[in-house]
T-cell receptor
Framework: GQQVMQIPQYQHVQEGEDFTTYCNSS?????IQWYKQRPGGHPVFLIQ?????EVKKQKRLTFQFGEAKKNSSLHITATQTTDVGTYFC????????????FGTGTRLLVSP | DVKVTQSSRYLVKRTGEKVFLECVQD?????MFWYRQDPGLGLRLIYF???????EKGDIPEGYSVSREKKERFSLILESASTNQTSMYLC??????????????FGNGTRLTVT
């Protein structure tokens, strides 16, 4: 079945450093969504990417969707302690019922 | 703002018990989902429903069943709880996929411990 792998599993950075998480699918995706889960909280939707090669920005966060629509990345510039949490990508299949498949998540820890 | 409410935040049950996890959403969403979240495994889909009385198996349906008698309510049933079902259970809802941007809105989760 479709798999969505995410790396790294965990990253610890100093406040002000940049951070990137990568998401790779075994199959072509119709779109990809990104979620953030704060410690003790539930996943909260950040953004959806649909077009091949699409790039979207939300303040310090930059999201990219690969040309082949099989990979995606989230880059945070100059991390802050409020960025702490686990970031999940979730890809929707290009065929069939278009079930959303979540990646394994990247846990980000930011030290002041 | 969408609200997805799960009936319990923490639940402790014994092996073999029948367990009901309830979820209610207030935004008239067609789609509803049950995920379980375990460390290192991310969110895995158990079941989803795209309409009243309609259900589809997700990736890990074994040992679970669901019920959707009303649009706003989606129940997850553990027929005979086992210790390997100890987990965080997350309910979510969304608009249909064909309505463009259709993010999942999650509840706060139910942490179930089976002893």
């Amino acid at each position: 079945g479709q798999q969505v792998m995410q790396i790294p599993q965990y990253q610890h950075v100093q406040e002000g450093e940049d951070f990137t998480t990568y998401c790779n699918s075994s199959t072509t995706l119709s779109n990809i969504q990104w979620y953030k889960q704060r410690p003790g909280g539930h996943p909260v939707f950040l953004i959806q990417l649909v077009k091949s090669g699409e790039v979207k920005k939300q303040k310090r966060l930059t999201f990219q969707f690969g040309e082949a629509k099989k990979n995606s990345s989230l880059h945070i510039t100059a991390t802050q302690t409020t960025d702490v949490g686990t970031y999940f990508c979730a890809g929707r299949r290009n065929t069939g019922f278009q079930k959303l498949v979540f990646g394994t998540g990247t846990r980000l820890l930011v030290s002041p | 703002d969408v609200k997805v409410t799960q009936s319990s935040r923490y639940l402790v049950k014994r092996t073999g018990e029948k367990v009901f996890l309830e979820c209610v959403q207030d935004m008239d969403h067609e789609n509803m989902f049950w995920y379980r979240q375990d460390p290192g495994l991310g969110l895995r889909l158990i079941y989803f429903s795209y309409d009243v009385k309609m259900k589809e198996k997700g990736d890990i349906p074994e040992g679970y069943s669901v019920s959707r008698e009303k649009k706003e309510r989606f129940s997850l049933i553990l027929e005979s709880a086992s210790t390997n079902q100890t987990s965080m259970y997350l309910c979510a809802s969304s608009l249909p996929w064909d309505r463009g941007n259709s993010p999942l809105h999650f509840g706060n989760g139910t942490r179930l411990t089976v002893t």
